[in-house]
């Protein structure tokens, strides 16, 4: 006859801990980080880098810029996976700056955004989704995310503006100069050099090759702004001791 084993509630509570550590685990490993940064009225409200997956987006009422009849429901829809929308959404959870956050849920090809942060779409002004510096044609809840992505949401009226972005150095020396470069990058994510764009702390304005130079005597965020282009990335430079 088989010997019987007898009962051990510690083991029993030491699989069970096991078992929820590998669901943790792998829920965690379902997220991915991406950088994200929004755009309105030429200013940066939020730049952040953040974890994402799986998200439950409230859509509102409030969510009419779209017209008549296009408000969303009120209801919260689950997102699957990392995307756009749920980085955005995420982020306004716990970022002040980027409320009120409405959402629509009154189309077919997906959630729309009506307002992030206060400020709302309206017949001439829409928000713009780009993901590594290229225009998308889906919603934000089905542009689907890759560790290391840079998202972009930028208020904006169409044709798009395209969009800066500026390079130079992590570190530098308090007094002495240094060189910065910026860059445009259109719809379909082509990039180039850009002449005359007004950076900060700069000695003038952008060359032909879109590089000045740049003093500091602080830490700053450095962007830069030309025209009616989407503003740059903060590039931020330490002065002094770095670590």
Same mark, same amino acid.
Not at 47 to 52: F, N, R
Not at 60 to 82: D, E, I, N, W
């Given at each position: ?12 509570? !030491?699989? +069970? &801990?096991? =078992?929820?550590?590998?669901? *943790?685990? %792998?829920? $965690? #490993? ?51 996976? !990392?995307? +756009? &929308?749920? =980085?955005?959404?995420?982020? *306004?959870? %716990?970022? $002040? #700056? ?56 930028? =208020? ?88």
């Amino acid at each position: 006859m088989p010997r019987l084993i007898p009962f051990r509630p510690a083991a029993v509570c !030491a699989l +069970a &801990l096991l =078992l929820i550590f590998a669901t *943790a685990a %792998t829920a $965690s #490993a379902k997220k991915v980080s991406a950088d994200l940064r929004v755009v309105a009225g030429g200013k940066t409200l939020a730049e952040k880098s953040l974890a994402t997956g799986t998200t439950k987006i409230p859509t509102s009422h409030k969510a009419k810029c779209f017209g008549a009849g296009s408000q969303g429901s009120g209801k919260a829809k689950t997102v699957k996976g !990392a995307t +756009a &929308l749920g =980085l955005l959404a995420q982020a *306004a959870s %716990t970022d $002040s #700056a980027l409320r009120p956050f409405y959402v629509t849920d009154a189309f077919s090809f997906g959630l729309g955004v009506c307002t992030v942060g206060g400020k709302s779409g309206t017949s001439k002004l829409s928000w713009y989704l780009k993901v590594d510096h290229k225009g998308l044609s889906v919603s934000g809840d089905h542009a689907k995310l890759k560790a290391g992505d840079e998202v972009l949401w930028a =208020l904006a009226s169409y044709p798009y503006p395209n969009e800066l972005f500026i390079t130079g150095p992590e570190t530098a020396t308090a007094g002495l100069p240094f060189k910065v470069r910026v860059f445009s990058f259109d719809e379909k994510g082509k990039r180039r050099p850009v002449k005359g764009a007004v950076v900060t702390g700069a000695d003038g304005p952008t060359g032909a090759d879109g590089t000045t130079t740049v003093t500091l005597t602080q830490e700053e965020e450095i962007r830069a702004t030309h025209g009616k282009e989407i503003p740059s990335n903060a590039l931020a430079v330490c002065v002094g001791i770095c670590g």
